[in-house]
């Protein structure tokens, strides 16, 4: 997996290497993305984000949870056997 840094800005491009084309991520999706550090689980990360940003909706865990498997399903988080992530 390749991951590619935009200074200065919280924007991350991330490419499998068996994929054709990268994942961009922006905003709340890298602030997602720095806070996968293998020593998280997802509620860690849900905890994280909920004490950072508002969330009038309710809705936050089922959206983490939801990136969180569809980095999983594009290869680019695996679960560890010590955390979820």
Known sequence: MAEVRTD???????????ANQPI???GTAAAIWDLIDGQRNEQDIVAE???TFEDPSGQMQ???LGFLAS????RLIEASPNTSL
């Open 24 to 26: 961009v991520l922006e």
């Open 71 to 74: 980095l999983e399903a594009q």
């Open 8 to 18: 200065g800005t919280n924007r991350v491009a991330l490419l499998h290497l068996d």
């Open 49 to 51: 984000l909920e004490a």
């Open 62 to 64: 089922s959206q983490v």
